[in-house]
Nanobody, 122 residues
């Protein structure tokens, strides 16, 4: 099992940057697929991006809406995954969650953090 804690959210102006962190305790986070999701007020939670486990080459995938602006990275020494968000837009405002889980037999996000608020002002 693994416990996840997000941090790094806050208020930023449009065009600015934030880096979210997802700190894991328990098993090494590199053994899981880690996904970032977000939920805007009144909307469903949606996928932002993911990074596969280390033996899958740590491949990353991003939603079209953030491709080229957001980057996921992993610091194995700190057992932490980061979401670097650049060129932020007001529509990026949401609560951001990280999640982790196995990839076999299918991708499954079993573990979730509590979320961190990101607000982008225009």
């Amino acid at each position: 099992q693994v416990a996840l804690v997000e941090s790094g959210g806050g208020l930023v102006q449009a065009g600015g940057s934030l880096r979210l962190s997802c700190a894991a305790s328990g098993r090494p986070i590199s053994t899981y697929i880690v996904g970032w999701f977000r939920q805007a007020p009144g909307k469903e939670r949606v996928f932002v991006g993911s990074m596969r486990n280390s033996w899958s080459g740590s491949a990353t995938t991003y939603a079209d809406s953030v491709q080229g602006r957001f980057t996921i990275s992993r610091d194995s020494a700190k057992n932490t995954v980061h979401l670097q968000m650049n060129s932020l837009k007001p529509e990026d405002t949401a609560v951001y969650y990280c999640a982790a889980g196995p990839t076999t037999p299918t991708v499954r996000y079993d573990y979730w953090g509590q979320g961190t608020q990101v607000t982008v002002s225009s």
